[in-house]
């Protein structure tokens, strides 16, 4: 399921790879919505389109986040990048 939340920006696209069951991919969600980021959603909850996530990131975990075609991380460096501060300057850029 893809999905659209968040505020607008002019930034690269958000992407936020997850799946229903991951906790960490809502706290992720959770900090891109208290930001105000606009992000799609794109569920990897079966064998194929986590076959494929594994090959484009190298991860076997989810969430993964992309800005644009740029792999930001999952969610020890989102939540690294929040604690440090510098979380909306990545999702700017």
Partial sequence: MD???GGTSDA???TIYTTAWCR???RVKDIFDNKGFAYVEIDVDNPEKREWLTGK???QT???VYVGDRH???WDEISSLERSG???EVLSS
Avoid: F, N
Wanted: charged share 5%; glycine share 20%; hydrophobic share 30%.
């Fill in 24 to 26: 960490y991919c809502d």
């Fill in 57 to 59: 990131t190298g991860q």
């Fill in 12 to 14: 690269a696209p958000i």
């Fill in 62 to 64: 989810v969430p993964q």
């Fill in 3 to 5: 999905t659209s939340t």
């Fill in 86 to 88: 510098g979380l909306v």
């Fill in 72 to 74: 930001v991380g999952g």
